[in-house]
C-alpha cells in the first residue's frame, strides 16, 4: 500500500493539503505539471476580519494553462508583496503566535522571486519543516506520469480545489482557536498559515488528526 503523496505544489497550501502530507512518511511533489489557472498554485485563504479572505499572486501575463508550473513567473508589476503581507498583519496580528513566527515570514515579502515554482518550494519548507517539524522528505518527481501512474505513490494531484470550504472527503477538519472565530464561526481549511499563527508548533497536532489512518482513507 501507498504511505506517499504525490501533490501539487500550492501557494501557502490549505490544511487539507498539509495533513495528507503529514501523515506521509516522506512527500512526492509534482514538478513537471503545467500550470492551471484558478488553482490553489498561485492562491491562497486566510481568515481575515470581514471572513475568509484569499490571497493572490499575480504571474507574468502568457498562455500559462500550457505552461510548464516551473517556468511560470511572478509579475511584480503590481505591489502584491506589500498587499498580502499587509493582509497577513492585520488577519493576525492578535493571534498567540504572531510575534514567534512573523519577522522571520516578513522576509518571503521583501525578496522577489522570478519562478512561482521556487517561492512555493521555499515557503512551504519554512512552514512545513522548519516551523512545525514535518520529519519527512520532499522529493521532486523526474518526470511527468499520467493520473494514478504513479506505483508507489498515493496520486493527490487533482484531489484538491480552488474554492474555499471545500476539500476531499477523507479530510476531517479539526477545530482550533482562531482569531475571529467569535465574529464568523470557525472556518476550516485555511492556509496552513493559519494553524501556524493561532496554534504555533502544536498545529502539526491538528495536522495529524484532520487524516487519520493514512493512507486508508485516501483513494486509490
Given at each position: ?183 464568523h464561526g470557525f472556518l476550516p ?32
Amino acid at each position: 500500500m501507498a504511505t506517499i503523496p504525490l501533490l501539487p505544489l500550492f501557494y501557502l497550501p490549505p490544511v487539507s493539503w498539509c495533513a495528507a502530507a503529514w501523515n506521509g512518511e516522506d512527500m512526492l511533489i509534482e514538478c513537471w505539471e503545467n500550470y492551471q489557472k484558478g488553482s490553489l498554485r498561485n492562491r491562497c485563504y486566510i481568515a481575515g476580519p470581514n471572513g475568509i479572505q484569499g490571497l493572490s499572486i499575480p504571474l507574468v501575463k502568457g498562455k500559462h494553462q500550457q505552461t510548464p508550473l516551473q517556468e511560470v513567473r511572478i509579475s511584480y508589476d503590481e505591489p502584491w508583496q506589500r498587499q498580502h503581507w499587509r493582509s497577513i498583519c492585520t488577519a493576525y496580528g492578535n493571534a498567540p503566535y504572531f510575534e514567534h513566527y512573523a519577522a522571520e515570514l516578513a522576509p518571503f515579502y521583501e525578496r522577489r522571486y522570478e519562478f512561482l515554482f521556487n517561492y512555493n518550494l521555499d515557503l512551504l519548507e519554512f512552514i512545513l519543516c522548519d516551523k512545525l517539524n514535518w520529519k519527512g522528505m520532499f522529493e521532486c518527481t523526474q518526470d511527468w506520469l499520467p493520473t494514478q501512474a504513479y506505483p508507489l505513490a498515493t496520486d493527490l494531484r487533482e484531489a484538491f480545489s480552488g474554492e474555499p470550504g471545500v476539500w476531499p472527503e477523507w479530510f476531517i477538519p479539526v477545530r482550533y482557536p482562531q482569531v475571529f472565530e467569535e465574529r464568523h464561526g470557525f472556518l476550516p481549511n485555511l492556509s496552513v498559515l493559519d494553524v501556524l499563527f493561532c496554534c504555533g508548533k502544536r498545529g502539526g497536532e491538528i495536522l495529524n488528526a484532520a487524516n487519520p489512518g493514512y493512507p486508508d482513507h485516501l483513494p486509490k
